[in-house]
């Protein structure tokens, strides 16, 4: 397979994106991603495609910078780009697989996005590196949207970004933080306390909006508000879940790294492209 | 054409000056808008206080948070800036490898990483001396490793190294540096350079242990032993020809790093002699796999861990395979000046 893409692919998106319909292509696109493998991080494009809708239909792709900080989760902006036409049919079913430059946790190859790491925790420091590039230039033109998961809150980086973010009010720039409470050994409340997370970020100095990060026009209104907030960086706790929009999945379905076996497969797409012709 | 010997170094014993680092970083930004200054909470020890007087604007507090620091210096380079980013050598490796390896090694950003104070010339225990971390940068991918001698080369190093598209690691000793070479000395990144001409060992020298080599030297041809003088300041990449041509010339070899055997120069040495199929006797001479200690000063633990002149004779006569007693090295005054442990 050989893939000719630049790496950001820059080009810009339609410009009336409805992030409602967008969140259930992702959902759409990424199951299609993950079936021929039977397994993969379909979990994390169910709890955080609203978000990424949001943020897409809210995005200068001249102007702004999306960093998607948990490499896994590269997989919902891959299913938004391919909605949105950015990538090909042939490049999504490149997903994953041996040659690819869609690997399945971002790397430097990966399209898309403008930042992504695999180990994680590290996403928030890069995007404050790129509000203070653009702050030491005198310009604030660009807004730089991170994307991270309440995962990466165990480690201490995140904690080292967040305060020296706070110090510099560095204002353009907006984290949504993907709060599904699931890590690889099960959920985050079983495993370490990461609440009340609401006061966390406050008492860093953040711009902090605790919201239902399923209810699309909830995390629309809070992205708008937080691009209206100047002299605090703005964190969005969007609280959501890895089986979120797709009732086929079993009760006990492993949100890190949901199995997909071929009759379930087809099962979620047909209900995903059901639910996204009713909208 | 080599100039002759007498033009490649000065005498023992050497002339000091005070941070000539900081004094080119300071001048180099003049020239380059691009360039910033970042610090973990090490202002004034990595000399970067000139900087921050001076330019303010481009100066970075990034407080003790080395993972940030890292993280943050990448996408500073990946936004058209040339970061330059201090702390001590064992905080600007070890802490932060992982953001190192990720952040910048990886996507081969333009950041140079200073570590200070390196190996044993800290009195600071083993916390503060940064024994592994030629070895911890050498490993990754992209990344140039370098470890000057002297105030001259320092001073050339900066602006050489901010030329590099790529990453750069740097171990430089603070403040009191010698004046090993004169003012014509041109710092090469590519070429090891050979100061010392002789047929019997061949002594590869990186950064503190030049001035050891070159004391080593004198006392061997004063017992009738060629050794040769190889400054090595680019352990990575190694001039792998200039290394097989000074050890192809000597019938043994010597690697002295004021850190651990294990990883840095001598490796690095060995590994090409090793490959080219080059079988010559070896010793390396550096810290031998064991961490340092605090002290009252560096001199002190360079004798006590074998980093001094007599070692490096040790190590060539026992390469040699002579059997009978080494000559002894002349008693030098321990070197004065300022050692803190921060």
Request: net charge negative; aromatic share 6%.
């Amino acid at each position: 397979m050989n893939i000719d893409l630049e790496s950001p692919v820059r080009r810009q998106p339609p410009a009336d994106i409805d992030p409602r319909r967008l969140a259930a292509q992702i959902r759409l696109e990424a199951t299609r991603m993950v079936a021929p493998q039977g397994f993969g991080y379909l979990g994390q494009a169910l709890s955080s495609a609203e978000q990424v809708a949001a943020v897409f239909a809210d995005l200068d792709w001249n102007r702004d910078r999306f960093i998607c900080s948990p490499g896994h989760y590269i997989i919902a902006p891959y299913a938004a780009a391919g909605a949105l036409g950015l990538l090909t049919r042939e490049q999504l079913d490149s997903y994953g697989k041996n040659g690819s430059p869609l690997e399945a946790i971002g790397t430097e190859s990966s399209p898309i996005v403008d930042y992504t790491c695999g180990s994680l925790g590290q996403g928030l420091s890069a995007a404050a590196g790129f509000a203070l590039a653009d702050k030491l230039r005198g310009g604030h033109a660009g807004r730089v949207y991170a994307l991270i998961s309440d995962g990466e809150l165990e480690e201490g980086q995140t904690w080292e970004a967040a305060i020296f973010a706070a110090h510099h009010g560095l204002d353009r720039l907006i984290v949504i933080l993907d709060a599904n409470d699931s890590q690889v050994d099960g959920p985050i409340s079983s495993i370490t306390t990461l609440e009340p997370m609401r006061q966390k970020w406050e008492s860093f100095g953040w711009h902090v909006a605790d919201i239902d990060g399923h209810d699309v026009d909830t995390v629309v209104a809070a992205l708008h508000e937080a691009d209206s907030e100047r002299c605090k960086p703005s964190v969005l706790i969007c609280r959501t879940s890895t089986v979120h929009g797709l009732d086929c999945l079993p009760e006990d379905a492993d949100g890190h790294f949901i199995k997909l076996p071929p009759q379930l497969a087809a099962a979620a797409e047909a209900e995903l492209t059901r639910t996204l012709e009713t909208l | 054409m080599q100039a002759p010997e007498a033009a490649r170094f000065r005498t023992a014993p050497y002339p000091t000056t005070l941070k000539p680092y900081g004094q080119a970083l300071t001048k180099l930004a003049e020239e380059r808008p691009d360039v910033l200054c970042v610090t973990g909470d090490l202002t004034r020890q990595c000399e970067i206080d000139l900087f921050q007087d001076r330019f303010p604007d481009r100066f970075i507090h990034a407080g003790m948070a080395e993972a940030n620091m890292m993280s943050m210096a990448g996408t500073l380079a990946r936004s058209g800036f040339t970061p330059f980013v201090h702390t001590f050598g064992v905080f600007a490796t070890r802490r932060p490898y992982d953001q190192i390896a990720n952040a910048i090694a990886y996507p081969n950003l333009p950041v140079k990483i200073i570590g200070f104070m390196p190996g044993l010339s800290t009195p600071g225990g083993p916390s503060h001396q940064a024994i592994d971390d030629v070895a911890l940068m050498r490993v990754l991918p992209n990344m140039t490793v370098i470890d000057v001698a002297d105030a001259v080369e320092v001073a050339q190093v900066v602006p050489a190294i901010a030329d590099i598209d790529g990453p750069v690691y740097v171990r430089l000793k603070r403040g009191e540096i010698p004046v090993i070479f004169p003012e014509a000395h041109e710092l090469s990144l590519t070429k090891a350079q050979t100061l010392v001409e002789g047929d019997d060992v061949a002594i590869f020298a990186s950064g503190m242990m030049l001035a050891a080599a070159l004391g080593a030297a004198k006392a061997l041809a004063e017992a009738g032993v060629a050794a040769s003088v190889v400054n090595v300041p680019v352990i990575k990449p190694l001039d792998r020809d200039g290394v097989l041509a000074a050890a192809g010339q000597a019938a043994a070899v010597v690697s002295a790093e004021n850190h651990s055997i294990i990883g840095g120069l001598g490796s690095a040495v060995a590994e090409v002699l090793a490959e080219a199929g080059l079988g010559r006797p070896m010793r390396r001479v550096g810290v031998a796999d064991t961490f340092g200690e605090g002290s009252l000063n560096a001199p002190y633990l360079f004798e006590k861990y074998g980093l001094g002149t007599q070692a490096l004779i040790d190590a060539a006569w026992s390469a040699m395979g002579r059997g009978d007693n080494p000559p002894q090295a002349p008693v030098a005054p321990a070197a004065t000046g300022e050692y803190a442990p921060v």
